[in-house]
Protein backbone atom coordinates (compact mmCIF):
# COMPACT_ATOMS: atom_id res chain seq x y z
CA UNK A 1 0.00 0.00 0.00
CA UNK A 2 3.16 2.07 1.19
CA UNK A 3 4.47 1.59 -2.20
CA UNK A 4 1.85 2.74 -4.28
CA UNK A 5 1.83 6.09 -2.63
CA UNK A 6 5.40 6.73 -3.05
CA UNK A 7 5.91 9.48 -5.46
CA UNK A 8 8.61 8.34 -8.15
CA UNK A 9 6.25 5.33 -8.33
CA UNK A 10 7.71 4.37 -12.21
CA UNK A 11 11.13 4.86 -10.79
CA UNK A 12 10.77 2.13 -8.05
CA UNK A 13 8.33 -0.67 -10.68
CA UNK A 14 11.09 -0.33 -12.65
CA UNK A 15 13.94 -1.15 -10.13
CA UNK A 16 11.28 -3.96 -8.98
CA UNK A 17 11.29 -5.66 -12.18
CA UNK A 18 15.02 -4.99 -12.81
CA UNK A 19 16.09 -8.50 -11.83
CA UNK A 20 13.83 -9.97 -13.61
CA UNK A 21 15.14 -8.49 -17.13
CA UNK A 22 18.92 -9.51 -15.71
CA UNK A 23 17.36 -12.71 -15.49
CA UNK A 24 15.77 -12.81 -18.41
CA UNK A 25 18.64 -10.98 -20.37
CA UNK A 26 20.47 -14.06 -18.76
CA UNK A 27 18.24 -17.16 -19.76
CA UNK A 28 18.16 -15.99 -23.03
CA UNK A 29 21.89 -16.02 -23.38
CA UNK A 30 22.14 -19.22 -21.93
CA UNK A 31 19.69 -20.09 -24.52
CA UNK A 32 20.67 -18.38 -27.43
CA UNK A 33 24.15 -18.01 -27.43
CA UNK A 34 25.28 -21.58 -28.14
CA UNK A 35 23.01 -21.93 -31.36
CA UNK A 36 23.81 -18.69 -32.25
CA UNK A 37 27.41 -19.20 -31.85
CA UNK A 38 27.23 -22.15 -34.23
CA UNK A 39 25.45 -19.75 -36.81
CA UNK A 40 27.53 -17.16 -36.95
CA UNK A 41 30.43 -19.76 -37.34
CA UNK A 42 28.37 -20.92 -40.52
CA UNK A 43 28.26 -17.45 -41.28
CA UNK A 44 31.62 -16.74 -40.65
CA UNK A 45 31.50 -14.02 -38.37
CA UNK A 46 33.78 -13.75 -35.37
CA UNK A 47 33.05 -11.43 -32.22
CA UNK A 48 36.25 -12.06 -30.14
CA UNK A 49 38.21 -9.35 -31.63
CA UNK A 50 34.83 -7.05 -31.15
CA UNK A 51 34.87 -8.22 -27.41
CA UNK A 52 38.48 -7.56 -27.26
CA UNK A 53 39.01 -4.43 -28.49
CA UNK A 54 41.93 -5.38 -30.66
CA UNK A 55 39.83 -6.24 -34.28
CA UNK A 56 39.16 -2.57 -34.45
CA UNK A 57 42.11 0.42 -35.89
CA UNK A 58 42.12 3.17 -37.04
CA UNK A 59 43.92 3.13 -40.50
CA UNK A 60 45.03 6.58 -41.88
CA UNK A 61 42.13 8.16 -40.27
CA UNK A 62 39.42 5.44 -41.21
CA UNK A 63 38.17 3.09 -38.91
CA UNK A 64 39.39 -0.55 -39.50
CA UNK A 65 37.87 -3.53 -38.46
CA UNK A 66 40.70 -6.75 -38.62
CA UNK A 67 38.72 -9.12 -37.35
CA UNK A 68 37.39 -12.16 -38.61
CA UNK A 69 34.22 -10.52 -40.05
CA UNK A 70 33.03 -11.75 -42.96
CA UNK A 71 29.26 -12.47 -42.99
CA UNK A 72 28.34 -14.85 -46.18
CA UNK A 73 25.76 -17.26 -46.91
CA UNK A 74 28.25 -19.22 -49.04
CA UNK A 75 28.61 -22.38 -46.69
CA UNK A 76 24.89 -22.15 -46.30
CA UNK A 77 24.29 -22.20 -49.94
CA UNK A 78 26.91 -24.72 -50.27
CA UNK A 79 26.10 -27.51 -48.17
CA UNK A 80 22.17 -26.58 -49.96
CA UNK A 81 22.94 -26.92 -53.35
CA UNK A 82 26.68 -28.99 -53.05
CA UNK A 83 26.97 -31.15 -50.83
CA UNK A 84 25.61 -34.44 -49.39
CA UNK A 85 22.95 -32.94 -47.45
CA UNK A 86 20.01 -33.14 -49.05
CA UNK A 87 20.54 -36.74 -49.12
CA UNK A 88 20.88 -36.78 -45.44
CA UNK A 89 18.20 -35.13 -44.80
CA UNK A 90 16.03 -37.79 -47.25
CA UNK A 91 17.52 -40.60 -45.31
CA UNK A 92 16.85 -39.44 -41.80
CA UNK A 93 13.25 -38.73 -43.21
CA UNK A 94 13.06 -41.87 -44.42
CA UNK A 95 14.01 -43.69 -42.13
CA UNK A 96 11.69 -41.42 -39.13
CA UNK A 97 8.41 -41.63 -41.06
CA UNK A 98 8.81 -45.47 -42.14
CA UNK A 99 9.83 -45.85 -38.32
CA UNK A 100 6.95 -43.63 -36.49
CA UNK A 101 4.76 -45.33 -38.69
CA UNK A 102 5.75 -48.82 -37.18
CA UNK A 103 5.87 -46.95 -33.93
CA UNK A 104 2.03 -45.34 -34.30
CA UNK A 105 0.77 -48.85 -35.35
CA UNK A 106 1.71 -51.07 -32.31
CA UNK A 107 1.17 -47.38 -30.30
CA UNK A 108 -2.37 -46.09 -31.12
CA UNK A 109 -3.99 -49.52 -29.79
CA UNK A 110 -1.66 -49.58 -26.97
CA UNK A 111 -1.88 -46.37 -25.68
CA UNK A 112 -5.86 -47.17 -26.17
CA UNK A 113 -5.42 -50.10 -23.93
CA UNK A 114 -3.29 -48.17 -21.01
CA UNK A 115 -5.44 -45.94 -21.00
CA UNK A 116 -9.15 -47.44 -21.02
CA UNK A 117 -8.60 -51.17 -19.63
CA UNK A 118 -8.37 -52.35 -16.15
CA UNK A 119 -6.99 -55.45 -16.99
CA UNK A 120 -4.43 -57.15 -15.16
CA UNK A 121 -0.88 -56.47 -16.36
CA UNK A 122 -1.53 -52.95 -18.28
CA UNK A 123 0.47 -51.60 -15.44
CA UNK A 124 3.53 -53.78 -16.14
CA UNK A 125 2.92 -52.42 -19.67
CA UNK A 126 3.95 -49.12 -18.89
CA UNK A 127 6.70 -50.11 -16.08
CA UNK A 128 8.18 -52.06 -19.20
CA UNK A 129 8.08 -49.29 -21.49
CA UNK A 130 9.98 -47.55 -18.54
CA UNK A 131 12.64 -50.01 -18.02
CA UNK A 132 13.14 -50.30 -21.86
CA UNK A 133 13.91 -47.02 -21.51
CA UNK A 134 17.13 -47.62 -19.56
CA UNK A 135 18.63 -49.95 -22.31
CA UNK A 136 21.73 -49.13 -23.18
CA UNK A 137 21.97 -48.54 -27.18
CA UNK A 138 25.15 -51.22 -26.92
CA UNK A 139 22.80 -54.30 -25.54
CA UNK A 140 20.18 -53.32 -28.47
CA UNK A 141 22.96 -52.28 -31.40
CA UNK A 142 25.97 -55.05 -31.00
CA UNK A 143 23.33 -57.77 -31.48
CA UNK A 144 21.06 -55.67 -34.56
CA UNK A 145 24.32 -55.12 -36.14
CA UNK A 146 25.37 -58.71 -36.37
CA UNK A 147 22.15 -60.05 -37.20
CA UNK A 148 22.01 -57.02 -39.71
CA UNK A 149 24.80 -58.01 -41.21
CA UNK A 150 23.77 -62.09 -41.45
CA UNK A 151 20.33 -60.90 -43.03
CA UNK A 152 21.34 -58.12 -45.36
CA UNK A 153 20.00 -55.15 -43.58
CA UNK A 154 22.76 -53.40 -42.26
CA UNK A 155 22.75 -49.86 -44.33
CA UNK A 156 18.95 -50.30 -45.05
CA UNK A 157 16.10 -47.89 -44.61
CA UNK A 158 14.16 -50.68 -42.85
CA UNK A 159 16.98 -52.10 -40.76
CA UNK A 160 17.65 -48.40 -39.23
CA UNK A 161 14.01 -47.97 -39.02
CA UNK A 162 13.60 -51.09 -36.72
CA UNK A 163 16.28 -50.07 -34.47
CA UNK A 164 14.95 -46.79 -33.75
CA UNK A 165 12.01 -48.27 -32.92
CA UNK A 166 13.94 -48.73 -29.23
CA UNK A 167 13.44 -44.52 -29.14
CA UNK A 168 10.31 -43.96 -30.18
CA UNK A 169 8.18 -46.44 -29.01
CA UNK A 170 8.23 -45.99 -25.42
CA UNK A 171 7.78 -41.95 -25.82
CA UNK A 172 4.80 -42.77 -28.63
CA UNK A 173 3.15 -45.29 -26.34
CA UNK A 174 3.36 -42.70 -23.06
CA UNK A 175 2.27 -39.38 -24.92
CA UNK A 176 -0.38 -41.28 -26.60
CA UNK A 177 -1.70 -43.34 -23.45
CA UNK A 178 -1.96 -39.75 -21.92
CA UNK A 179 -4.03 -38.35 -24.62
CA UNK A 180 -6.13 -41.27 -24.84
CA UNK A 181 -6.78 -40.85 -20.62
CA UNK A 182 -7.47 -36.98 -21.69
CA UNK A 183 -11.19 -38.42 -23.59
CA UNK A 184 -14.17 -37.88 -21.37
CA UNK A 185 -15.19 -41.21 -20.00
CA UNK A 186 -19.09 -40.19 -20.66
CA UNK A 187 -18.19 -40.16 -24.32
CA UNK A 188 -17.22 -43.69 -24.36
CA UNK A 189 -20.09 -44.71 -21.92
CA UNK A 190 -22.56 -42.87 -24.03
CA UNK A 191 -21.13 -44.46 -27.50
CA UNK A 192 -21.39 -48.19 -25.46
CA UNK A 193 -25.14 -47.63 -24.69
CA UNK A 194 -26.01 -46.75 -27.79
CA UNK A 195 -24.63 -49.53 -28.89
CA UNK A 196 -21.51 -49.24 -30.68
CA UNK A 197 -18.72 -51.85 -31.07
CA UNK A 198 -15.80 -52.11 -29.46
CA UNK A 199 -13.89 -51.74 -32.71
CA UNK A 200 -16.49 -48.42 -33.62
CA UNK A 201 -15.81 -46.99 -30.45
CA UNK A 202 -12.00 -47.24 -31.02
CA UNK A 203 -12.40 -45.93 -34.80
CA UNK A 204 -14.53 -43.31 -34.73
CA UNK A 205 -14.51 -42.45 -31.47
CA UNK A 206 -10.94 -42.58 -29.51
CA UNK A 207 -8.76 -42.20 -32.68
CA UNK A 208 -10.23 -39.23 -34.28
CA UNK A 209 -10.77 -36.95 -30.72
CA UNK A 210 -6.92 -37.34 -30.05
CA UNK A 211 -5.63 -36.98 -33.88
CA UNK A 212 -4.29 -33.65 -32.95
CA UNK A 213 -2.30 -35.37 -29.97
CA UNK A 214 -1.14 -38.22 -32.43
CA UNK A 215 0.36 -35.20 -34.54
CA UNK A 216 2.17 -33.82 -31.83
CA UNK A 217 3.65 -37.24 -30.78
CA UNK A 218 4.51 -38.00 -34.21
CA UNK A 219 6.38 -34.63 -34.82
CA UNK A 220 8.27 -35.23 -31.26
CA UNK A 221 9.20 -38.50 -32.26
CA UNK A 222 10.42 -37.49 -35.87
CA UNK A 223 12.66 -35.03 -33.89
CA UNK A 224 14.00 -37.47 -31.57
CA UNK A 225 15.28 -39.70 -34.59
CA UNK A 226 16.41 -36.48 -36.35
CA UNK A 227 18.74 -35.96 -33.10
CA UNK A 228 20.07 -39.10 -32.93
CA UNK A 229 23.61 -39.61 -33.31
CA UNK A 230 24.52 -43.25 -31.30
CA UNK A 231 23.02 -45.69 -33.35
CA UNK A 232 22.85 -43.98 -36.37
CA UNK A 233 27.21 -43.72 -36.09
CA UNK A 234 26.99 -47.96 -35.55
CA UNK A 235 24.51 -49.15 -37.84
CA UNK A 236 24.48 -46.79 -40.91
CA UNK A 237 26.99 -46.67 -43.65
CA UNK A 238 27.42 -44.81 -46.57
CA UNK A 239 23.73 -45.46 -48.15
CA UNK A 240 21.53 -44.39 -45.03
CA UNK A 241 23.69 -42.02 -43.18
CA UNK A 242 21.26 -39.77 -41.16
CA UNK A 243 21.61 -36.06 -40.91
CA UNK A 244 22.82 -35.61 -37.68
CA UNK A 245 25.63 -38.46 -37.94
CA UNK A 246 26.34 -36.72 -41.21
CA UNK A 247 26.34 -33.37 -40.38
CA UNK A 248 28.52 -33.65 -36.91
CA UNK A 249 30.76 -36.54 -38.16
CA UNK A 250 33.66 -34.62 -37.95
CA UNK A 251 33.79 -34.25 -34.95
CA UNK A 252 34.99 -37.45 -34.26
CA UNK A 253 37.62 -37.33 -36.78
CA UNK A 254 40.04 -37.74 -34.30
CA UNK A 255 38.52 -41.57 -33.34
CA UNK A 256 39.56 -41.99 -37.12
CA UNK A 257 37.65 -42.75 -39.83
CA UNK A 258 35.82 -39.56 -40.04
CA UNK A 259 37.28 -37.08 -41.53
CA UNK A 260 36.27 -33.51 -41.13
CA UNK A 261 36.05 -30.92 -44.13
CA UNK A 262 35.60 -27.57 -43.54
CA UNK A 263 34.95 -26.71 -39.80
CA UNK A 264 32.59 -23.39 -40.87
CA UNK A 265 30.73 -25.42 -43.42
CA UNK A 266 30.12 -28.12 -41.24
CA UNK A 267 28.43 -25.27 -38.23
CA UNK A 268 26.25 -23.74 -41.79
CA UNK A 269 24.77 -27.48 -41.79
CA UNK A 270 24.04 -27.66 -38.27
CA UNK A 271 22.32 -24.50 -38.14
CA UNK A 272 20.89 -25.79 -41.66
CA UNK A 273 19.08 -28.99 -39.88
CA UNK A 274 18.65 -27.41 -36.74
CA UNK A 275 15.92 -25.06 -37.94
CA UNK A 276 13.25 -27.38 -39.46
CA UNK A 277 13.45 -29.28 -35.80
CA UNK A 278 13.34 -26.48 -33.73
CA UNK A 279 10.29 -25.12 -36.38
CA UNK A 280 8.75 -28.47 -35.11
CA UNK A 281 9.20 -28.38 -31.46
CA UNK A 282 7.70 -25.00 -31.27
CA UNK A 283 4.73 -26.46 -33.18
CA UNK A 284 4.03 -29.09 -30.45
CA UNK A 285 5.30 -27.08 -27.63
CA UNK A 286 1.41 -27.10 -25.54
CA UNK A 287 1.30 -31.01 -26.39
CA UNK A 288 4.85 -32.05 -25.29
CA UNK A 289 4.31 -31.73 -20.98
CA UNK A 290 0.52 -32.29 -21.79
CA UNK A 291 1.27 -35.71 -23.20
CA UNK A 292 3.71 -36.17 -20.68
CA UNK A 293 2.11 -35.19 -17.44
CA UNK A 294 -1.21 -37.39 -18.61
CA UNK A 295 0.72 -40.68 -18.79
CA UNK A 296 2.18 -39.79 -15.27
CA UNK A 297 -1.07 -39.62 -13.66
CA UNK A 298 -1.55 -42.40 -11.46
CA UNK B 1 -13.94 -53.05 -23.36
CA UNK B 2 -12.70 -56.39 -21.48
CA UNK B 3 -10.85 -59.29 -23.33
CA UNK B 4 -9.76 -57.15 -26.14
CA UNK B 5 -7.86 -54.92 -24.41
CA UNK B 6 -4.85 -57.65 -24.27
CA UNK B 7 -5.21 -57.80 -28.10
CA UNK B 8 -4.59 -54.51 -28.43
CA UNK B 9 -1.40 -54.41 -27.08
CA UNK B 10 -0.15 -57.51 -28.94
CA UNK B 11 1.32 -54.80 -31.78
CA UNK B 12 3.40 -53.53 -29.19
CA UNK B 13 4.51 -56.46 -27.60
CA UNK B 14 5.15 -57.69 -31.26
CA UNK B 15 7.50 -54.59 -31.71
CA UNK B 16 9.16 -55.19 -28.36
CA UNK B 17 10.18 -58.91 -28.84
CA UNK B 18 11.92 -57.99 -32.53
CA UNK B 19 13.58 -54.70 -30.87
CA UNK B 20 13.92 -55.17 -27.33
CA UNK B 21 13.78 -58.81 -26.39
CA UNK B 22 15.81 -60.45 -29.52
CA UNK B 23 18.49 -57.98 -28.93
CA UNK B 24 18.48 -58.67 -25.21
CA UNK B 25 18.34 -62.35 -25.24
CA UNK B 26 21.51 -61.97 -27.78
CA UNK B 27 23.46 -59.80 -25.46
CA UNK B 28 23.34 -62.39 -22.80
CA UNK B 29 24.34 -65.00 -24.88
CA UNK B 30 27.35 -62.65 -26.10
CA UNK B 31 28.25 -62.01 -22.83
CA UNK B 32 28.46 -65.43 -21.44
CA UNK B 33 30.38 -67.01 -24.86
CA UNK B 34 33.31 -66.71 -25.84
CA UNK B 35 32.40 -65.05 -29.73
CA UNK B 36 35.92 -65.65 -30.84
CA UNK B 37 36.24 -69.21 -30.90
CA UNK B 38 32.46 -69.54 -31.50
CA UNK B 39 30.44 -69.63 -28.90
CA UNK B 40 31.93 -72.30 -26.12
CA UNK B 41 30.21 -71.08 -22.81
CA UNK B 42 32.45 -69.69 -20.51
CA UNK B 43 30.04 -68.88 -17.29
CA UNK B 44 29.96 -65.23 -15.79
CA UNK B 45 34.07 -65.11 -16.53
CA UNK B 46 33.35 -61.97 -18.91
CA UNK B 47 31.47 -60.54 -15.67
CA UNK B 48 34.25 -60.72 -13.23
CA UNK B 49 36.72 -59.48 -16.80
CA UNK B 50 34.68 -56.60 -16.27
CA UNK B 51 34.34 -55.67 -12.95
CA UNK B 52 38.39 -56.32 -12.24
CA UNK B 53 38.70 -53.56 -14.66
CA UNK B 54 39.24 -50.23 -13.39
CA UNK B 55 38.41 -48.46 -16.47
CA UNK B 56 35.15 -49.86 -16.30
CA UNK B 57 34.04 -49.31 -12.72
CA UNK B 58 35.49 -45.30 -13.44
CA UNK B 59 33.42 -45.06 -16.48
CA UNK B 60 30.77 -46.37 -14.12
CA UNK B 61 31.38 -43.72 -11.77
CA UNK B 62 31.30 -40.93 -14.63
CA UNK B 63 28.20 -42.28 -15.72
CA UNK B 64 26.23 -41.94 -12.19
CA UNK B 65 27.80 -38.44 -11.51
CA UNK B 66 27.21 -37.08 -14.94
CA UNK B 67 23.57 -38.52 -14.61
CA UNK B 68 23.22 -37.43 -11.10
CA UNK B 69 24.49 -33.74 -12.17
CA UNK B 70 22.25 -33.59 -15.28
CA UNK B 71 19.09 -34.43 -13.27
CA UNK B 72 19.33 -32.10 -10.40
CA UNK B 73 20.66 -29.15 -12.52
CA UNK B 74 17.87 -29.40 -15.70
CA UNK B 75 15.30 -29.82 -13.05
CA UNK B 76 16.63 -26.08 -11.53
CA UNK B 77 16.99 -24.45 -14.65
CA UNK B 78 13.86 -25.90 -15.86
CA UNK B 79 12.08 -24.28 -13.01
CA UNK B 80 13.65 -21.33 -12.57
CA UNK B 81 12.94 -20.83 -16.01
CA UNK B 82 9.31 -21.48 -15.30
CA UNK B 83 9.30 -19.01 -12.63
CA UNK B 84 11.02 -16.13 -14.75
CA UNK B 85 8.30 -17.07 -17.50
CA UNK B 86 5.64 -16.11 -14.36
CA UNK B 87 7.01 -13.18 -13.85
CA UNK B 88 7.24 -11.86 -17.59
CA UNK B 89 4.28 -10.05 -18.96
CA UNK B 90 4.43 -9.23 -22.17
CA UNK B 91 6.22 -11.40 -24.43
CA UNK B 92 5.49 -14.49 -22.67
CA UNK B 93 5.33 -16.36 -25.96
CA UNK B 94 8.51 -15.12 -27.20
CA UNK B 95 10.71 -15.79 -24.16
CA UNK B 96 8.88 -19.38 -23.84
CA UNK B 97 10.08 -20.17 -27.52
CA UNK B 98 13.55 -18.88 -26.96
CA UNK B 99 13.96 -20.76 -23.92
CA UNK B 100 13.05 -23.75 -26.03
CA UNK B 101 15.15 -23.88 -28.52
CA UNK B 102 18.37 -26.00 -27.06
CA UNK B 103 15.09 -29.09 -26.65
CA UNK B 104 15.78 -28.95 -30.52
CA UNK B 105 19.11 -29.36 -31.15
CA UNK B 106 20.77 -32.36 -30.97
CA UNK B 107 22.87 -33.74 -28.45
CA UNK B 108 25.31 -33.69 -30.27
CA UNK B 109 25.13 -29.29 -30.73
CA UNK B 110 25.12 -29.36 -26.96
CA UNK B 111 29.05 -30.76 -27.40
CA UNK B 112 29.84 -28.94 -30.18
CA UNK B 113 28.23 -25.92 -28.62
CA UNK B 114 30.19 -25.48 -25.22
CA UNK B 115 33.21 -26.89 -26.34
CA UNK B 116 36.33 -25.05 -25.53
CA UNK B 117 36.79 -22.85 -28.92
CA UNK B 118 33.31 -22.73 -29.48
CA UNK B 119 31.47 -20.37 -26.83
CA UNK B 120 34.09 -20.51 -24.18
CA UNK B 121 36.10 -18.67 -26.33
CA UNK B 122 33.50 -15.83 -26.37
CA UNK B 123 32.76 -16.09 -22.68
CA UNK B 124 36.57 -16.16 -22.25
CA UNK B 125 37.80 -12.94 -24.32
CA UNK B 126 34.51 -11.37 -22.66
CA UNK B 127 36.21 -12.13 -19.19
CA UNK B 128 39.56 -11.35 -19.99
CA UNK B 129 38.75 -7.80 -21.82
CA UNK B 130 35.81 -6.39 -20.47
CA UNK B 131 35.99 -7.63 -16.98
CA UNK B 132 39.83 -8.03 -16.80
CA UNK B 133 39.98 -11.45 -15.46
CA UNK B 134 42.59 -14.01 -16.32
CA UNK B 135 41.85 -15.82 -18.63
CA UNK B 136 40.43 -19.59 -17.43
CA UNK B 137 40.74 -22.99 -19.57
CA UNK B 138 38.04 -25.10 -19.28
CA UNK B 139 40.02 -28.30 -20.39
CA UNK B 140 41.28 -28.23 -16.93
CA UNK B 141 40.19 -31.62 -14.95
CA UNK B 142 38.01 -29.31 -12.25
CA UNK B 143 36.15 -28.22 -14.97
CA UNK B 144 34.80 -30.17 -18.06
CA UNK B 145 32.54 -32.30 -16.48
CA UNK B 146 30.66 -29.84 -14.55
CA UNK B 147 30.48 -28.41 -18.50
CA UNK B 148 29.61 -31.39 -19.46
CA UNK B 149 27.00 -31.55 -16.80
CA UNK B 150 25.94 -27.98 -18.08
CA UNK B 151 25.62 -29.00 -21.60
CA UNK B 152 23.37 -31.71 -20.98
CA UNK B 153 21.26 -29.80 -18.79
CA UNK B 154 21.32 -27.15 -21.06
CA UNK B 155 20.07 -29.86 -23.65
CA UNK B 156 16.88 -31.40 -21.57
CA UNK B 157 16.64 -28.49 -19.24
CA UNK B 158 13.50 -26.71 -21.11
CA UNK B 159 11.57 -29.99 -21.12
CA UNK B 160 11.49 -29.70 -17.18
CA UNK B 161 10.53 -25.69 -18.11
CA UNK B 162 7.15 -27.29 -19.93
CA UNK B 163 6.48 -29.43 -17.37
CA UNK B 164 6.86 -26.70 -14.25
CA UNK B 165 5.17 -24.62 -16.62
CA UNK B 166 2.20 -27.26 -16.98
CA UNK B 167 1.73 -27.81 -12.80
CA UNK B 168 1.63 -24.12 -12.25
CA UNK B 169 -1.29 -23.99 -15.08
CA UNK B 170 -2.60 -26.60 -12.87
CA UNK B 171 -2.98 -24.90 -10.16
CA UNK B 172 -6.18 -23.04 -9.44
CA UNK B 173 -6.09 -19.15 -10.16
CA UNK B 174 -8.10 -18.80 -6.70
CA UNK B 175 -5.40 -20.20 -4.87
CA UNK B 176 -2.50 -17.40 -6.44
CA UNK B 177 -5.39 -14.81 -6.22
CA UNK B 178 -5.72 -15.61 -2.17
CA UNK B 179 -2.01 -15.67 -1.71
CA UNK B 180 -1.59 -12.48 -3.47
CA UNK B 181 -4.27 -10.79 -1.39
CA UNK B 182 -2.97 -11.17 1.85
CA UNK B 183 -0.02 -9.43 0.18
CA UNK B 184 2.41 -12.12 -0.42
CA UNK B 185 4.82 -11.16 -3.24
CA UNK B 186 5.37 -13.20 -6.75
CA UNK B 187 8.56 -15.31 -5.45
CA UNK B 188 6.95 -15.78 -1.51
CA UNK B 189 3.82 -17.03 -3.61
CA UNK B 190 5.84 -19.04 -5.93
CA UNK B 191 7.78 -20.41 -2.95
CA UNK B 192 4.89 -21.62 -0.96
CA UNK B 193 2.57 -22.76 -4.21
CA UNK B 194 4.14 -22.92 -7.47
CA UNK B 195 7.35 -24.84 -6.02
CA UNK B 196 5.62 -27.47 -4.01
CA UNK B 197 3.11 -28.19 -6.41
CA UNK B 198 5.94 -28.78 -9.02
CA UNK B 199 7.76 -30.54 -6.67
CA UNK B 200 4.78 -33.24 -5.46
CA UNK B 201 3.80 -33.71 -9.01
CA UNK B 202 3.81 -37.10 -10.63
CA UNK B 203 4.67 -35.43 -14.09
CA UNK B 204 7.64 -33.92 -12.64
CA UNK B 205 8.81 -37.33 -10.70
CA UNK B 206 8.27 -39.00 -14.13
CA UNK B 207 10.34 -36.92 -15.88
CA UNK B 208 13.32 -37.13 -13.23
CA UNK B 209 12.79 -40.36 -13.29
CA UNK B 210 13.30 -40.46 -17.06
CA UNK B 211 16.07 -37.51 -17.00
CA UNK B 212 18.36 -39.81 -14.79
CA UNK B 213 17.69 -42.54 -17.08
CA UNK B 214 18.52 -41.29 -20.36
CA UNK B 215 21.39 -39.60 -18.79
CA UNK B 216 22.67 -42.63 -18.08
CA UNK B 217 23.24 -43.61 -21.73
CA UNK B 218 24.71 -40.14 -22.52
CA UNK B 219 27.22 -40.34 -24.99
CA UNK B 220 26.98 -37.69 -27.57
CA UNK B 221 28.51 -34.92 -24.70
CA UNK B 222 31.24 -37.24 -23.61
CA UNK B 223 32.25 -37.98 -27.24
CA UNK B 224 32.89 -34.58 -27.77
CA UNK B 225 34.74 -33.57 -25.20
CA UNK B 226 36.67 -36.78 -25.76
CA UNK B 227 37.71 -35.48 -29.23
CA UNK B 228 38.48 -31.36 -28.07
CA UNK B 229 40.60 -33.13 -24.90
CA UNK B 230 42.06 -35.49 -26.76
CA UNK B 231 41.26 -38.36 -24.58
CA UNK B 232 41.06 -41.15 -27.06
CA UNK B 233 42.05 -44.26 -25.31
CA UNK B 234 39.09 -46.31 -23.15
CA UNK B 235 38.99 -45.23 -19.96
CA UNK B 236 39.83 -41.64 -20.25
CA UNK B 237 38.25 -38.83 -17.69
CA UNK B 238 35.71 -37.93 -19.81
CA UNK B 239 34.22 -41.59 -20.30
CA UNK B 240 30.98 -42.54 -19.67
CA UNK B 241 29.89 -46.04 -20.42
CA UNK B 242 28.26 -45.36 -23.59
CA UNK B 243 31.60 -43.49 -24.40
CA UNK B 244 33.78 -46.41 -23.01
CA UNK B 245 31.80 -49.33 -25.27
CA UNK B 246 32.65 -46.75 -27.92
CA UNK B 247 35.82 -46.50 -27.72
CA UNK B 248 36.14 -50.40 -26.91
CA UNK B 249 34.29 -50.99 -30.07
CA UNK B 250 35.83 -48.53 -32.19
CA UNK B 251 39.63 -48.97 -31.37
CA UNK B 252 39.91 -51.51 -29.32
CA UNK B 253 43.43 -52.22 -27.53
CA UNK B 254 43.89 -55.44 -27.97
CA UNK B 255 42.99 -55.33 -31.73
CA UNK B 256 39.98 -57.48 -31.23
CA UNK B 257 36.90 -56.00 -30.68
CA UNK B 258 36.22 -57.71 -27.30
CA UNK B 259 31.96 -57.95 -28.03
CA UNK B 260 31.16 -60.12 -24.96
CA UNK B 261 32.48 -57.53 -22.28
CA UNK B 262 30.76 -54.63 -24.51
CA UNK B 263 27.67 -57.11 -24.22
CA UNK B 264 28.56 -57.64 -20.34
CA UNK B 265 29.14 -54.35 -19.80
CA UNK B 266 25.88 -53.27 -21.59
CA UNK B 267 23.86 -55.69 -19.56
CA UNK B 268 25.19 -54.77 -16.55
CA UNK B 269 24.73 -50.75 -17.06
CA UNK B 270 20.87 -52.17 -17.72
CA UNK B 271 21.04 -53.54 -14.29
CA UNK B 272 22.30 -50.69 -12.63
CA UNK B 273 20.24 -47.92 -14.32
CA UNK B 274 17.11 -50.47 -13.81
CA UNK B 275 17.94 -50.57 -9.99
CA UNK B 276 18.34 -46.66 -9.51
CA UNK B 277 15.33 -46.68 -11.16
CA UNK B 278 12.96 -48.53 -9.00
CA UNK B 279 15.14 -47.12 -5.75
CA UNK B 280 14.24 -43.26 -7.30
CA UNK B 281 10.64 -44.19 -8.11
CA UNK B 282 9.97 -45.51 -4.32
CA UNK B 283 11.52 -43.00 -3.14
CA UNK B 284 9.12 -40.35 -4.39
CA UNK B 285 6.10 -42.42 -4.02
CA UNK B 286 7.01 -42.79 -0.44
CA UNK B 287 7.85 -38.59 -0.66
CA UNK B 288 4.07 -38.12 -2.23
CA UNK B 289 2.33 -40.14 0.44
CA UNK B 290 3.51 -38.26 3.28
Known amino acids: MTRRASSPRQRTWALRRLPVYLGLLLATLFSFWPILSMFFEGAGIDLGPLWSGKGFSFVSGVPYYSGGFFPSWANFRDALLWGNFPRLVLNSTTIAVLSIVIALAAGIPAGYALARSKLKGMGAVGFLLLALRTVSPFAVVLPLYLTYIRIGLFDTYLGMSLAYLVIDVPVVVWMLSGFFREVPRDIYEAAETSGASEAQIFWRIAVPSVAVGIAATLIFAFVLVWNEFLIASLLTGAATKTVSLGVWSGVGEAFGGLQSADWDAINAAGTLAFVPAFALILLVRQYLAKGFSLAAAD | ?290
Do not use: C
Request: hydrophobic share 55%; proline share 7%; glycine share 6%.
Open chain 2, 1 to 290: MDRQGYLLVVPLIAVLAVVEAYPLAYSVYLSITDYSVGGAFVGLSNYAQLFSQADFLAALSTSVVFSSGSTVLSMVLGVTFAYLLSLVRRGKGFFEAVFLMPLAAAPIIAGVAFAPNGIWDDINTFWHYVLGLPYFSVASNHLFLPIMVLSDSWEWGPMMMLVALSVLASVPRPVYEASESFGASRWRTFRSVGLPAIMNSPVMHFMIVIRFVDAMRAFEIPFAWAGWLNYLYPGAPTDTLSLYLFKLLLQPPTGVIPIPLISAAALVLLVVTLLATTLLFRLMRGLRKI
